[in-house]
């Protein structure tokens, strides 16, 4: 994948490599018993994964990086992501839906522990989202 510049626009299927990398990158963190990164990356990933549903929802061949449309769309907030991507009455009670809203942004900065079972269950419930998105 190619890396991203501020005035790059990047297509849905971008936004999908990209998700799969992320999940890629938690499982190796978790196999280097690196769960707090593990558990933060899967996050990245099921928000690029909701990006790109936005994408395919609204019909557009491109999520955009900078610019004025940009600002809307410029979140981490899954419950928003996943409002916006017109989607949300299926995946709300579901329960990967529930393990993943468990991550916020605001997690790089606590230095609590994470258990490698919650961990591996992060891992399975991203993986399922983003196959569904």
């Known amino acids: 994948m190619k890396k991203a ?13 990209l998700a799969e990398e992320r ?5 190796a963190l978790y196999d280097a018993k690196r769960y707090e990164g593990a558990f933060y990356i ?14 395919t929802t609204l019909g557009w061949s491109e999520y955009p990086t900078s610019g004025k449309l940009y600002v809307s769309f410029k979140t981490h907030d899954l419950e928003f992501l996943l409002h916006l991507s ?18 916020g942004v605001e997690i790089r900065y606590s230095s609590e522990k ?7 269950l992060m891992i399975e419930a991203a993986r399922s989202l983003v196959r569904k998105l």
């Open 86 to 103: 017109g989607v949300e009455k299926n995946f709300v009670l579901s329960a990967e839906w529930s393990i993943v809203m468990k991550w």
């Open 114 to 120: 994470i258990k490698s079972e919650d961990v591996k």
């Open 23 to 27: 999940l890629a990158d938690a499982e």
């Open 5 to 17: 510049n501020t005035d790059e626009k990047l297509k849905p299927e971008d936004l999908h490599e």
């Open 42 to 55: 899967c996050g990245y990933a099921v928000e690029v994964a909701l990006k790109k549903k936005i994408c």
